[in-house]
């Protein structure tokens, strides 16, 4: 069993439990990680606090030079990291590497340099405004870009001078093994940063309520969030949430429409559908709406699914037995309230291995359950609109606000669409995802940003000197 990384070292849980790690391609135990108990975060939450001093004290540029040194370290490992990452969460290799491996190592790189850079001082008046580092930070984070998800609050927090306890997701947690011992490797000095791995209930609810967190960033479900920031508002910590999206891909009449399919199928399916911001709702023209549906057939029968590690697959497992039987029962639901299924289904593709086909629903009306709610699969519903007031008001129509999309026939009228979008990020006429861009939820979807600089202000404190 592996151990959990507190104050600079390796250290048994005190629990002496410990969560199977499973690979979903073969439903077989690949590993096994502590059981985090409340002992144990008492003990990491110590070790940072004790370490806070000095990280905070330390130059900017010194912290950005160890974490330049973690993200070369992370570059150098990639290989065996994205390997890992297909095994216990199940991306296609080629995916793991490119998006779930390379491109943390790249925020990582760019949080090291705002380290040095990131402006911490300002003159309003007679006042220096400064701002300083937050504290403890705890981060609690999921499954589906399990290293992306740590490197968003990990790597500002750290750049900040705050410490940090981390508890990954007990779904797939190695990913974060692999990063505390790059940190360990490049010298980050002891109790800066702490990995104790477990449950939510436990060691995510212990981090949420210890006295001593002074800031606790959570990336998962809505349900879990609202909990944790319940939890949280006792000791009124500052709480960041990112959480769930239903998020609406709106395709103009004037759009290229057969461009702007293909797109949004590969957005909606990509990572098998474990992605916060997919793009699961696609809004057509109801003139267009027949040969929406017959390009997104089209495009789907390009997705075969299967094996990681075999290159000729475009979509892997979903995480987990509990993930894929959700996804069912969400294609059932849709079947029940009279969607109409165009593609894919319940069938499993292959009898070992938590499998789901590719699956398009049109005949989507909003208020259905598929139209409301986050499933989390591989799973788009086509919904048709009539005007383009209505559009906007179907994109909006979910508690959810995190991402979507907006296709016209000119950048102009697709920038006024995403304008008047309650979300926190659009992508116009396939625009791609920009890693520096803030990213953060409006309405449900969360509090609070993440990457860019602004990811960075997360993390620190202001401060009025008057003059
Ligand atoms: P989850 O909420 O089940 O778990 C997320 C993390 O919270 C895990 O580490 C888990 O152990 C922990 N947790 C669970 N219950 C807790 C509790 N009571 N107290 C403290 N911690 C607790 O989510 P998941 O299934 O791992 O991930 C999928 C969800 O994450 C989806 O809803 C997805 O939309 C969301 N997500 C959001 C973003 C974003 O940036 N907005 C990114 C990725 C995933």
Not at 100 to 119: D, F, K, R, S, W
Not at 140 to 161: D, E, F, M, R, S
Not at 321 to 345: F, M, S
Request: proline content about 6%.
């Amino acid at each position: 069993m592996r151990q959990l990384y507190i104050g600079g070292a390796w250290t048994a849980s005190a629990s002496g439990e410990s969560i199977d790690v499973v690979n979903p391609a073969t439903e077989e135990i690949i590993d096994r990680v502590p059981a985090g108990a409340p002992d144990d975060v008492e003990a990491a939450v110590r070790a940072a606090r004790a370490a806070f001093p000095s990280w905070s004290a330390t130059d900017g540029g010194e912290r950005g030079k160890l974490l330049a040194a973690a993200a070369d370290l992370l570059t150098e490992r990639a290989g065996e990291i994205a390997q890992t990452i297909a095994t216990d969460m199940g991306a296609p290799l080629g995916f793991a590497l490119k998006v779930q491996t390379l491109m943390p190592a790249g925020v990582l790189a760019g949080y090291a340099e705002l380290a040095e850079t990131h402006p911490r001082e300002q003159r309003v008046a007679n006042s220096l405004i400064v701002r300083e580092p937050v504290g403890v930070v705890a981060a609690i984070t999921p499954w589906n870009y399990p290293l992306h998800q740590i490197i968003c609050k990990v790597a500002p927090a750290l750049a900040a001078g705050c410490t940090v306890v981390l508890k990954p997701s007990e779904v797939a947690p190695l990913a974060a093994y692999a990063l505390a011992d790059i940190f360990h490797a490049v010298g980050l000095p002891p109790g800066v940063f702490n990995l104790v791995s477990g449950r939510g209930p436990v060691v995510g609810e212990a981090m949420a309520t210890h006295p001593e967190v002074d800031l606790v960033s959570f990336t998962g479900s809505t349900t879990a969030g609202r909990r944790v920031a319940s939890l949280a508002a006792e000791t009124v910590k500052r709480v960041a949430l990112e959480l769930g999206g239903k998020s609406a891909n709106i395709i103009l009449p004037d759009a290229d429409l057969r461009a702007a399919v293909k797109v949004g199928v590969a957005n909606c399916f990509v990572n098998s559908g474990q992605t916060c911001s997919a793009w699961t709702r696609m809004l057509v023209h109801r003139d267009q709406y027949d040969e929406a549906v017959r390009l997104a057939v089209e495009a789907a029968a390009k997705y075969t699914v299967g094996d990681p590690f075999d290159e000729t697959n475009r979509l892997g497992p979903l995480v987990s037995a509990a993930q894929r039987d959700r996804v069912v029962h969400y294609i059932n639901r849709g079947q029940e309230e009279g969607a109409r299924l165009v593609y894919g289904g319940t069938e499993p593709p292959h009898p070992r291995g938590f499998y789901v086909e590719p699956t398009i629903f049109a005949a989507v009306s909003p208020g259905m359950t598929i139209e409301q709610e986050e499933i989390f699969g591989p799973v788009l519903s086509i919904i048709p609109y009539l005007s383009e007031d209505e559009a906007v008001q179907i994109a909006d129509g979910t508690k959810y606000g995190l991402a979507g999309a907006v296709w016209a026939g000119s950048e102009d009228r697709a920038v006024a669409v995403a304008r008047r979008l309650r979300t926190g990020q659009v992508a116009i006429n396939g625009g791609s995802f920009n890693p520096q861009a803030p990213f953060g939820g409006y309405k449900q979807s969360g509090i609070g940003r993440e990457m860019g600089e602004l990811g960075l202000d997360e993390y620190l404190e202001t401060k009025s000197l008057q003059l």
